[in-house]
């Protein structure tokens, strides 16, 4: 399968999810616990969101690999399962034969994986990792010491979650006024990563207005941000109330591009990999 094709699959399944969900839909990777390798390794960026979408789909628990992973460890793929595509991006070097310049980059392509759900023999240090449950407004000591260790400027109070460009300030609720931890952590972690937009850190666009395209992909790529955050440190999900309004943009975005999730994922997997580098989290943290 063409890397065009798997960007064009992954949109197309997402939109059709939102439509199928209407205002009650939520990102379905928002609860998992990590997609990851059979070498313990997350899966980053779009592939994490794309095969957490076929694990909710079908009811995987979120570890994968190609065949020959799975072989090396002793499993094996069962007769007549079918392989989920993921990207892999190949580098690549072109010189100018004119002026001898040489141009690096990278292109993307796809390769087969398998769900350890497909496949018998899998070692049991290979089961995905438990999901922490989280009920009640309480504090959660790691995850504070998290957030205190990105170093936001972050104040509580008032009714509304927000990041102020202005100020470089995340403006939050007092805990108190959240149902769930989960709600809590997760609003949290969307507000850092619009933190992490700032000029003077990853400096994405910022400008955009309610309801404008820019807009729609700060946000989209925040909420993606959040979900990557959640699976990763096993937070469960919360939907948003004005759910409907910020999917009706999101639509409208990934239906003129169906690259732009690539970018949104791209952007959301640096920015709480910026986060990660500054509270202190490498991968294997994230992957034990």
């Known amino acids: 399968?063409?890397?065009?094709?798997l960007y064009a699959q992954v949109t197309n399944d997402l939109v059709a999810q939102i439509e199928a969900g209407a205002s009650e839909w939520q990102m379905p990777w928002h609860s998992w616990s990590g997609q990851v390798s059979t070498v313990n390794r997350p899966y980053r960026g779009i592939n994490a969101a794309w095969l957490a979408m076929v694990a909710a789909d079908r009811g995987y628990a979120g570890r994968w690999g190609t065949y020959k992973a799975w072989k090396?460890?002793?499993?094996?793929?069962l007769k007549g399962?079918?392989?989920?595509?993921a990207f892999l991006w190949r580098p690549f070097e072109r010189e100018n034969r004119d002026t001898g310049e040489v141009t690096k980059g990278v292109f993307a392509t796809t390769y087969a994986v398998f769900a350890a759900e497909q496949c018998s023999g899998v070692p049991e240090h290979l089961s995905a990792p438990p999901e922490r449950v989280i009920?009640?407004?309480e504090s959660v000591p790691e995850l504070d010491r998290y957030f205190a260790a990105v170093?936001?400027?972050?104040r509580h109070g008032g009714d509304r979650a927000c990041y102020r460009p202005g100020e470089d300030r995340i403006c939050l609720p007092y805990r108190e006024q959240f149902v769930a931890t989960d709600g809590y952590y997760s609003t949290v972690a969307h507000e850092h990563v619009h933190w992490t937009g700032a000029a003077t850190r990853l400096n994405r666009d910022l400008s955009g207005r309610f309801g404008s395209d820019a807009y729609a992909v700060e946000e989209l790529t925040a909420e993606l941000g959040a979900a990557f955050f959640a699976a990763h440190h096993h937070v469960a999900p919360d939907t948003r109330s004005d759910?409907?309004?910020y999917l009706a943009s999101w639509l409208r975005v990934l239906r003129a591009d169906p690259k732009v999730l690539r970018t949104v994922a791209g952007a959301?997997?640096?920015a709480i990999t910026y986060m990660d580098?500054?509270?202190?989290?490498?991968a294997a943290d994230l992957a034990a």
């Open 135 to 137: 009920g009640g407004a």
């Open 151 to 154: 170093g936001a400027d972050v």
């Open 72 to 77: 090396t460890v002793g499993a094996q793929v």
């Open 277 to 282: 580098s500054l509270a202190g989290v490498g």
């Open 243 to 245: 759910n409907a309004a």
């Open 1 to 5: 399968m063409k890397a065009d094709d």
């Open 268 to 270: 959301a997997n640096k």
């Open 81 to 85: 399962e079918r392989a989920t595509r």
